[in-house]
């Protein structure tokens, strides 16, 4: 299969999380993808791309749990019906399900650490590094945390 040919989902909690992962639109633009957020009030128009909404996580609820097995269950749904070869994925909580599943299906997944990260690791990010194929730091000294990972400078 060749570069041009492969799908690429682009998964993002919301707010500068998704603000970040606008920021790669040159790769969404030049191949097959689609976007996975956060459902909030507001909406989101990204022209040209299919949006799959998922809900937004707050570890703090008491409902978290069952909203993250939703969130599993709608991922699961798109990752079948989508089949990206490639899930690159910046944020929280919400995206955890669509990156392990990736794995599962034996797809790439390429995590960003977040760009707010300057001294000290996400909790998402110290899960997901050991998962992910790339895993991408804005700052040189978050390389401190995540010795693997590639520091190509912010994304902004």
């Given at each position: 299969m060749s570069g041009q040919n492969k799908k690429l989902c682009f998964a993002a909690s919301t707010g500068g999380h998704f603000e970040q992962i606008l920021m790669l639109r040159p790769l969404m633009e030049r191949y097959d993808s689609f976007l996975m957020t956060e459902k909030t009030t507001y909406e989101?128009?990204?022209?040209?791309?299919?949006?799959?909404?998922?809900?937004?996580?707050?570890?703090?609820?008491?409902?978290?749990?069952?909203?993250?097995?939703?969130n599993a269950a709608v991922s699961l749904y798109i990752m079948i019906k989508e089949r990206p070869d490639v899930v690159i994925a910046t944020g929280a909580l919400s995206t955890i399900p669509i990156c392990l599943l990736a794995k599962c299906f034996g797809k790439k997944?390429?995590?960003?650490?977040?760009?707010?990260?300057?001294?000290?690791?996400?909790?998402?990010?110290?899960?997901?590094?050991?998962?992910?194929?790339?895993?991408?730091?804005q700052w040189e000294s978050m390389l401190a945390f995540y010795p693997g990972a590639i520091c190509l400078g912010g994304i902004y």
């Open positions: 989101v128009d990204v022209k040209g791309q299919r949006i799959y909404y998922l809900s937004q996580l707050n570890r703090k609820e008491r409902a978290v749990f069952f909203r993250m097995i939703k997944l390429v995590f960003i650490e977040s760009f707010a990260k300057v001294t000290s690791p996400t909790r998402t990010g110290k899960f997901l590094y050991r998962f992910a194929d790339r895993f991408y730091v």
